[in-house]
């Protein structure tokens, strides 16, 4: 478990910037979520605090330690993609130890590690079995036990359940939520939904054309959102022009709202 600093972080890809001056504090065991339209730079934000993608500004560091350069094996980052990205020839316990084989683990250790991630996603009995002798929300839950079984400074997820049928997405998402409190391990999640993202994230960073438009909770982006755009993109929003005048908002047509979110119609002269 760690926290995580990321001040500046900057993409460009030839004269076009995914990403622009990107900076956040994540709080150790904070499930945080990266929101925002398709191409506004969620995932190469992710994939850079994995280190598969080299900024060219910016800093990022993990517990204190400045991991900004370092190879993404040497982050202890667990990650989980939306693909599932599960070697296919190997065993289902076998593709959980792969990495803690990877890090030379003794044998008991692996044992003991990869039998404590599957009970924990309740995949327990399927050790032998291979991926695609699984449902997809099986092997989703397999790549999840996979990430964790490392125990992982952060856990990454890039769209961990958007290949999942409704109502599978529904179930592997809240799992997904309870792991994370059980464990408290600091999570990002990148999605573009909205209501996955407010369901189960403590905070929610919105994100629109490589930069941060806002950052909060759910709640604080549905009811003071920071502007039109995060209005429009989290809520059901209506429009209306007007002025605000003291605590009252005077609509073009007429009516008035109070603080308090009544409407006054003005009585007719
Ligand atoms: N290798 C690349 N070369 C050039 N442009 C890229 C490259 N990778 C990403 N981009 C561009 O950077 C922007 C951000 O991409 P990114 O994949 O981070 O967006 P995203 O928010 O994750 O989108 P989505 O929700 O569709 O996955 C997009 O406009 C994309 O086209």
Known sequence: MANVEIAGLTKTYGTFRAVTDFGLSVRDGEFLIFLGPSGCGKTTTLRMLAGFIEPDGGQVTLGGRDITHAPPHRRNIGLVFQNYALFPHLS??????????????????????????????????????????????????????????????????????????ARLRLQVRDELRNLQKTLGITTIMVTHDQEEAMSVGDRLVLMRAGMIEQVGTAQELYYQPANRFVADFIGRTNFLSGAAIGNMFRSAGGCRCAADGIWVRPPRS
Do not use: M, W, Y
Not at 116 to 141: F, I, M, N, T, Y
Not at 142 to 164: G, K, T, W
């Open 92 to 165: 289902i316990f076998e593709n959980v130890a792969f990495g803690l084989r990877r890090r030379k683990q003794p044998e008991a250790e692996i044992r003991k590690r990869v039998t404590d991630a599957l009970e924990l996603v309740e995949l327990g009995h399927l050790g032998d079995r291979l991926p695609k002798q699984l449902s997809g929300g099986q092997q989703q839950r397999v790549a999840i036990a996979r990430a964790i079984a490392i125990r992982p400074d952060i856990l990454l997820l890039d769209e961990p359940l958007s290949n999942l049928d």
